[in-house]
C-alpha cells in the first residue's frame, strides 16, 4: 500500500472543493479513512450505518450546494448506500462516493465481506470509475489522479449527481505508527471553465412567434433549489405579463405574488369537469418533479404544449404528456425574453380558486376535532420565518401540501427523487448538522420514522432541529387510497400496524419529547414544542380511522 498516493486523494478532492466527508468505519477503507480524517481542512464525521451516513451526507451536500465525499468498507456496505445514491442521482445532488474493493483476483473466490462492486450503482450514478490496485507505476499515480478530478467534476458541472469512485486495496492497511505524514498542495488539479447558457437571436425569435400564436399562459414550478434572482426574475415576470405560477409545496415558490399554492386541492374539482377558459394553451415548466398528483392528471389531461426550461437536461422528462420545446438556457435570461402577456381575467380565475381553495382548507380544519391533518396546520402556521421544512414521504408531505405554506421564507426540503420513506430524518440531520444557524423542521410519519432510526446513533450534536412526528401506529396513507383499504389484508400487510413511540429513542438519544393525543394535552404543548431552545420530538398520536374519515370528508367538501 502506497499511503501517500491515497493521501492526495484526498488533497485533489479538497482542491476540488470537498469540505466534508462521512466515513463509515471498517478495514479495507481504512487509508481511504485515514487520508481524509487526517486532512486538516477536510471536515469528517463517523457514521456506523452506511444507509443512514449515505443520507446525512446528501442532506449536506444539498445544503452546501456543494459535493460531499462518502467513504465505506467492501461488500455489503457498498450496497447500503444504494438508497441514497439513488435519491442524490434523480435529486441532481452531487455526491462522490468511496467504495474500498478487495483485489480483482480475490472476487468470485467466496472471500470474506466481497461482492461484484465495479459500476455497482449502475445507471443511478452519473459515472464510475474503478482506481488500478497497483499504483507503483508513475502512469498509474498519473491516471488515479486524472480520475479524481474528473470525478469531483462530474459531480458537479452540468446535471449534478453522484459518481462512484471503487478502489481495491491489498493488505497491509495500516502505516507504520512513526510513518511520517504529508499532502501535495502542488498536486496537479483540472480546472473547468463554461460559460452561461443563453438563446442566440434566431431562437428566441422563434419562441416569440411560437407565443404570439398562444393565448393563455401558466408557469409551473417543479422541485428545485432556486436561487433568489431566479424567483425574483420570475416574480417580476409574472406579474408584468399576468401568468398564474402552478406553485405545490415542494417548489418553494409559495411566496411569489401570482402563485397559485393549492393547485392539489384546486384540481381535484377539475379533473372532472374543466372549461377552456380555466385551460392555459402553453406551459412553461422549470425544475423537476411536482407532488400534487391532481395538477399533474389535470394538465395531461387538458394541456396540450409545454416548454420545459433547465439550464442542462439529463433527459426528456415529459410528465404530463404535453412536452413540445426542451429548452436549455439559464432561467433567468429566458424570462427576459417573453414579450406577450396573458389575460388578466385568467390569472384573476386562477387566483380566485386559490383563494376559494384556502378558505375552505381552513373552515375545514378548524371546525374539526383533533386529529393529525387539524393539528399539522396548526403547527405549520407557526413555523418561524427562515425555517427550513423537511416533508418525509408517503402522508406526510401529502398533508403538507393540501395546508400549504404561507410564509414567504420558509424553504422546503424533500426527498423526491425516488419518494422513498428511507432516508428523510438523516437527510433532515445533514442539513441541521451542517447549518447549526438555521431552524430546521421535519414532518414524518411513525413508519418513515422508525424506519430511519439510525439517523441519531453519531455523536455529532445539534440542536436545530424539531421533528413533528404523526404516530397513527402504522403506514395508513393506504387506509387513505383506494384499492388497498378495501382488500382484508389492508392492516397487517399494507398498514403494517405497530405500536411503538418515541419516549424511548428521545430518552436513549437524549432528545426532549412531547406527546399529544387529544386536543387538551395538544393545546398545552404545542408552543412549548416550538419554544424549546433544543432539538426535540412532537410525538402526535391519533387514531388513523378517524384520520382517515377527516380526510375523506376533507377531499369531498373540495368538490363540493
Sequence with gaps: MQQDIINNIAEVCFQQGIEKAIISPGSRNAPL????????????????????????????????????????????????????????????????????????????????????????????????????????????????????????????????????????????????????????????????????????????????????????????????????????????????????????IISIGHGLKNAIHLPDSICMKMLKESKEEEIPDLIISFGKSIISKNLKLFLRKNVKAQWHVREYHAFIADPFQAITKQIEAEPSSFLQNLNKSSPAEFLKLWKDKNTEAETKTNQFLSAQSYSEFSALQELMKNLPEDSHLHLANSLSVRYANFIGIKQDRIKIWGNRGTSGIDGSTSTAIGHAISHKDQNHFLITGDVAFFYDRNAFWHKYPYSNLKIILLNNQG????????????????????????????????????????????????????????????????????????????????KNQLIS
Design 475 to 554: 403506514g395508513s396513507i393506504f387506509r387513505m387510497i383506494k384499492g388497498p383499504n378495501q382488500q382484508a389484508e389492508l392492516e397487517e400487510f399494507f398498514e403494517t400496524e405497530q405500536k411503538l413511540d418515541a419516549k424511548s429513542l428521545c430518552s436513549e438519544y437524549g432528545i426532549a419529547h412531547f406527546s399529544a393525543f387529544d386536543a387538551e394535552s395538544f393545546e398545552i404543548i404545542k408552543d412549548k414544542f416550538m419554544k424549546y431552545p433544543q432539538s426535540a420530538i412532537l410525538e402526535i398520536k391519533t387514531d388513523a380511522k378517524i384520520n382517515q374519515k377527516i380526510f375523506e370528508d376533507f
Design 33 to 248: 479513512t485515514l487520508a481524509f480524517a487526517r486532512h486538516p481542512k477536510i471536515n469528517c464525521f463517523s457514521i456506523s450505518d452506511e444507509r443512514s451516513a449515505a443520507f446525512i451526507g446528501m442532506g449536506m451536500a444539498q445544503a452546501d450546494r456543494k459535493p460531499v465525499a462518502i467513504i465505506c468498507t467492501s461488500g455489503s456496505a457498498a450496497l447500503n448506500y444504494a438508497p441514497a445514491v439513488a435519491e442524490a442521482y434523480f435529486q441532481e445532488i452531487p455526491l462522490v462516493v468511496f467504495t474500498a474493493d478487495r483485489p480483482p483476483e480475490w472476487i468470485d473466490q467466496w472471500d470474506g465481506q466481497t461482492i461484484r462492486q465495479e459500476n455497482i450503482y449502475g445507471k443511478h450514478a452519473k459515472k464510475s470509475f474503478n482506481i488500478a490496485v497497483d499504483l507503483s507505476h508513475t502512469d498509474a499515480q498519473w491516471q488515479t489522479y486524472r480520475i479524481i478530478n474528473e470525478a469531483v467534476l462530474e459531480s458537479k458541472i452540468g446535471v449534478q449527481g453522484p459518481v462512484h469512485i471503487n478502489i481495491p486495496f491489498r493488505e497491509p492497511f495500516y502505516p507504520e505508527k512513526d510513518k511520517s505524514w504529508s499532502y501535495d498542495q502542488n498536486i496537479k488539479i483540472i480546472k473547468n471553465i463554461s460559460g452561461d447558457k443563453k438563446l442566440n437571436e434566431n431562437q428566441i425569435n422563434e419562441l416569440q412567434t411560437e407565443l404570439q400564436q398562444k393565448e393563455k399562459f401558466a408557469f409551473v414550478l417543479g422541485q428545485e433549489d432556486y436561487n433568489e434572482e431566479f424567483l425574483k426574475s420570475l416574480d417580476q415576470v409574472s406579474q408584468e405579463l399576468n401568468i398564474p405560477i402552478f406553485a405545490d
